[in-house]
């Protein structure tokens, strides 16, 4: 069905021009002559954007914006105006307005708004949706592994059971878990974390349970511990792999009776706590090794839900990509970045040992220090980590000034080692060097190679590089590199 556009303004022949317009335009149009009736319409019938001048008598378009933005905040208004100032096209904006534009209204210049304003719309009522959809859990990714955890997670949370996480580091296990708790019917309560790897043995208990005044020297108060603190609502616990074993004995306690006292305290507290716990180990082999209660185990692993590897999943990295690189830009005040498709190809390549956590740093790091506009490869290849095979560079197209080569694979230089384990033929570290004198040894290597690979065809090396011919040659002289001189 065509889009219905509501078009007010007090003067009659303004309103049947428009309507006729946008009719021939192939628009649905409602005419209102007040802003009290544009109110009336809109409450009344549902109507996809709206057309207002600024300027009416009783109640001018501004105020009409405002109870449009209360009364419908996702609807789109465009406001036109025969005496439009910067001042009133800025306070427009302000109100919600989605675009301004001044009488007498050029016919391409409002098709083009129009069809924006409904554009943009779409696009907002996509996103909505799709959030909706999957977006609820606060994670990233469309491919079968990411399906499968939402599908657990659709399920296990409205339920009391407890859930074990399993999974890598970075991958995400407290996401898994706040998503748990947020579409539980515990959502309202309080979400409380402990990690049980980064707590002293000795003060594990009185993290949990809370201690009494005076219970242990330093104990000048009487504080709560972290089940009280969940109380009625989730307690995760990460890294539950690395508990002590006499702390195991006294969860499991807490988990089968629902009860406590705090440490060097008499008095039994009740309490009302959905436990979720994650870990990087292997608990069925930390029970064969002693190191993990298998009474505990069973009661922590009602539910299991395993958090892949990022190599495991990598037709999520272009959205996870974009998504850490909008973050990014908008976090440290940089102009929003593209990322190029070779560029993509050189990360989607990369293992990222550290996982999720490692590429949004590495992606943040990009946006950081790349000059853009766009990402290119060259960029791409200075953010990983050296010593990493990379992508095979793309083959030359036929023509040019040099015949066409086969492609090679082009391996960053290895991370510094030392010089006696280096190998004798290739790059190594070199003590009496700065950074920078590294950097451009390696820069060197990676043009060299490149030469050799277009037999000197310095035009083609520098797309392969997505670089600039001119920045390409200035990039050699810099470097004291001529042609003739490329690694065969």
């Given at each position: 069905m065509p889009a219905a556009v509501l078009i007010v303004d007090d003067e009659k022949n303004i309103l049947l021009t428009l309507s006729q317009s946008l009719q021939l335009a192939g628009y649905r149009t409602e005419l209102a002559s007040s802003g009290q009736v544009a109110l009336d319409v809109v409450s009344a019938r549902p109507v996809d954007a709206v057309l207002m001048d600024v300027k009416m008598p009783d109640m001018d378009g501004l105020t009409v914006l405002a109870r449009l933005t209360e009364l419908k905040p996702d609807l789109p208004v465009i406001m036109m105006s025969g005496h439009g100032t910067i001042d009133t096209a800025v306070k427009a904006t302000q109100l919600g307005a989605r675009d301004f534009l001044e009488k007498p209204l050029a016919r391409d210049r409002l098709l083009v708004a129009l069809r924006n304003a409904l554009k943009h719309q779409a696009a907002m009522e996509e996103l909505e949706e799709l959030r909706a959809q999957l977006g609820r859990f606060d994670m990233v990714g469309g491919g079968p592994a990411m399906q499968r955890i939402f599908s657990l997670i659709q399920r296990a949370a409205p339920s009391e059971g407890r859930v074990l996480i399993t999974g890598e580091n970075g991958t995400g296990k407290e996401l898994i878990a706040r998503a748990l708790h947020q579409n539980s019917r515990r959502k309202g309560g309080p979400f409380v974390k402990l990690n049980c790897a980064a707590v002293p043995h000795d003060l594990i208990e009185s993290e949990l349970f809370g201690h009494e005044k005076g219970a242990f020297t330093g104990a000048v108060s009487v504080r709560r511990g972290k089940f009280e603190l969940a109380h009625e609502g989730t307690l995760f616990l990460d890294e539950i792999g690395d508990m002590p074993a006499a702390m195991q004995s006294k969860l499991l306690r807490v988990l089968q009776e629902g009860e406590l006292e705090r440490v060097g305290g008499a008095e039994t507290l009740k309490v009302d706590v959905r436990v979720i716990a994650a870990t990087n180990k292997n608990l069925e082999k930390e029970i064969a090794a002693g190191r993990f209660r298998e009474d505990l185990y069973y009661r922590i692993n009602v539910v299991q839900i395993h958090s892949p590897p990022l190599r495991e999943r990598r037709e999520d990295?272009?959205?996870?990509?974009?998504?850490?690189?909008?973050?990014?830009?908008?976090?440290?005040?940089?102009?929003?970045?593209?990322?190029?498709?070779?560029?993509?190809?050189?990360?989607?390549?990369?293992?990222?040992?550290?996982?999720?956590?490692?590429l949004r740093n590495l992606v943040e790091r990009l946006a950081i220090l790349c000059e853009g506009p766009v990402v290119s490869r060259t960029d791409a290849l200075e953010l990983l980590p050296r010593g990493r095979p990379l992508p095979p560079m793309p083959e030359p197209t036929a023509g040019g000034d040099a015949p066409v080569a086969p492609p090679v694979a082009v391996t960053a230089p290895p991370a510094a080692e030392p010089a006696a384990t280096a190998n004798a033929g290739g790059w190594r570290p070199r003590v009496d060097q700065t950074f920078r004198e590294q950097v451009e040894d390696a820069e060197r290597e990676i043009i060299q190679?490149?030469?050799?690979?277009?037999?000197?065809?310095?035009?083609?090396a520098?797309?392969?590089?997505?670089?600039e011919r001119g920045h390409f040659y200035k990039k050699m002289k810099a470097l004291g590199l001529r042609r003739g001189q490329s690694e065969s």
């Open positions: 990295l272009p959205d996870l990509i974009d998504t850490f690189l909008r973050e990014a830009c908008a976090k440290n005040g940089r102009r929003p970045l593209a990322l190029s498709p070779d560029a993509l190809a050189v990360m989607s390549a990369y293992d990222y040992p550290g996982n999720v956590r490692e190679r490149v030469l050799a690979h277009t037999h000197d065809n310095v035009t083609e520098a797309r392969i590089l997505d670089l």
